[in-house]
């Protein structure tokens, strides 16, 4: 009996532990994730303060010296009065143009600028020196080419510019240099041993603005510079004053050629009939339309050419 008692229980133990080894694994408790941290929450940044607009104010412009100052200018010629109180005032580094029909009065004033020809009335004054009654002053700032200009023809060109140095008081060395230098500027270094009589036009008024130029002048009173001179001489003279104003230099010029006042010269007057009818900044002047158109207006417009139908016919 104990045999079988042990049998019996041999035979349970052994069918639990079959039925052991055919249950599935057990799958291994799955771990919870850990909680998550609530992020704290974020500071509102702090409002910016709006910076203080600096607002920088442009330093008001120095007033420019006046360099040529012209008061009351009159001048009479029997009944007729050429210049009929002329006011203006030339600021320095200046370009400034004077134009006018014919018979305007524009070379009678800048003849009584240049100390040429007496007012009957009115003051000039260069650099605060008045030109009639402190001559040599006045004198010693400016260069002057003025309008039918006589040079001293029987002299050679190199004889005239060494005269006009010494004249100014330059010594032998300065005028050698200057006038290689205006030589060469001018394109007269072939010419400077012919006497100026054998000089065309257009030379003989080159020539005659480096004589006003060789002792560097703080203003130059120029009266129709450019009449006879070829276009490329004529650019040359032009970067020559430009440089010179842009260095502080002032200009005083007179020409027929609206263009070319229109183009080099940053301020205008128009004088007819001995008065000034305009005078300001190119800009004020013409006012939007072109300095001949501006000047056509003021001077009286043009006038149609009537009863010349003979012209149309022709002779032969």
Same mark, same amino acid.
């Given at each position: 009996?104990?045999?079988?008692?042990?049998? /019996?229980?041999?035979? $349970?133990?052994?069918?639990?532990?079959?039925?052991?080894?055919?249950?599935?694994?057990?799958?291994?408790?799955?771990?919870?994730?850990?909680?998550? @941290?609530?992020?704290?929450?974020?500071?509102?940044?702090?409002?910016? @303060?709006?910076?203080?607009?600096?607002?920088?104010?442009?330093?008001?412009?120095?007033?420019?010296?006046?360099?040529?100052?012209?008061?009351?200018? /009159?001048?009479?010629?029997?009944?007729?009065?050429?210049?009929?109180?002329?006011?203006?005032? =030339?600021?320095?580094?200046? &370009?400034?143009?004077?134009?006018?029909?014919?018979?305007?009065?524009?070379?009678?004033?800048?003849? #009584?600028?240049?100390?040429?020809?007496?007012?009957?009335?009115?003051?000039?004054?260069?650099?605060?020196?008045?030109?009639?009654?402190?001559?040599?002053?006045?004198?010693?700032? #400016?260069?002057?080419?003025?309008?039918?200009?006589?040079? &001293?023809?029987?002299? $050679?060109?190199?004889?005239?510019?060494?005269?006009?140095?010494?004249?100014?008081?330059?010594?032998?060395?300065?005028?050698? #240099?200057?006038?290689?230098?205006?030589?060469?500027?001018?394109?007269?270094?072939?010419?400077?041993?012919?006497?100026?009589?054998?000089?065309?036009?257009?030379?003989?008024?080159?020539?005659?603005?480096?004589?006003?130029?060789?002792?560097?002048?703080?203003?130059?009173?120029?009266?129709?510079?450019?009449?006879?001179?070829?276009?490329?001489?004529?650019?040359?003279?032009?970067?020559?004053?430009?440089?010179?104003?842009?260095?502080?230099?002032? =200009?005083?010029?007179?020409?027929?050629?609206?263009?070319?006042?229109?183009?080099?010269?940053?301020?205008?007057?128009?004088?007819?009939?001995?008065? /000034?009818?305009?005078?300001?900044?190119?800009?004020?002047?013409?006012?939007?339309?072109?300095?001949?158109?501006? &000047?056509?207006?003021?001077?009286?417009?043009?006038?149609?050419?009537?009863? #010349?139908?003979?012209?149309?016919?022709?002779?032969?």
């Amino acid at each position: 009996m104990e045999d079988s008692e042990t049998d /019996v229980n041999e035979v $349970t133990s052994a069918s639990e532990a079959a039925d052991e080894t055919t249950k599935p694994a057990r799958k291994p408790a799955a771990r919870k994730p850990a909680p998550r @941290k609530t992020p704290a929450p974020r500071k509102a940044p702090a409002p910016r @303060k709006p910076r203080a607009t600096v607002v920088v104010e442009p330093e008001p412009e120095e007033p420019r010296e006046v360099v040529l100052k012209l008061s009351g200018l /009159v001048k009479r010629f029997d009944d007729k009065t050429a210049v009929a109180g002329i006011d203006l005032d =030339i600021h320095a580094g200046s &370009f400034f143009g004077i134009v006018g029909p014919n018979g305007a009065g524009k070379t009678t004033t800048l003849s #009584m600028v240049t100390g040429l020809l007496r007012p009957d009335a009115g003051t000039v004054t260069v650099h605060g020196a008045d030109v009639w009654s402190d001559p040599v002053v006045a004198k010693r700032k #400016m260069g002057v080419l003025p309008d039918r200009l006589r040079l &001293f023809d029987r002299l $050679t060109g190199a004889q005239l510019l060494y005269y006009s140095g010494v004249l100014r008081g330059l010594d032998k060395a300065t005028i050698r #240099m200057r006038t290689a230098d205006l030589a060469s500027a001018f394109g007269l270094e072939e010419s400077l041993n012919r006497l100026v009589t054998d000089y065309s036009a257009g030379m003989t008024k080159k020539l005659a603005l480096a004589a006003a130029m060789i002792h560097s002048p703080r203003l130059l009173v120029l009266d129709e510079p450019f009449e006879s001179v070829d276009p490329v001489s004529a650019a040359n003279v032009i970067d020559i004053l430009q440089k010179y104003v842009a260095a502080g230099g002032t =200009i005083v010029i007179s020409s027929h050629t609206m263009n070319l006042i229109e183009r080099v010269c940053d301020s205008v007057a128009v004088i007819v009939n001995g008065a /000034v009818l305009a005078s300001g900044t190119m800009a004020e002047v013409t006012a939007g339309k072109t300095l001949e158109e501006k &000047f056509v207006e003021l001077a009286g417009g043009r006038k149609a050419a009537e009863g #010349m139908e003979w012209l149309h016919t022709f002779s032969d």
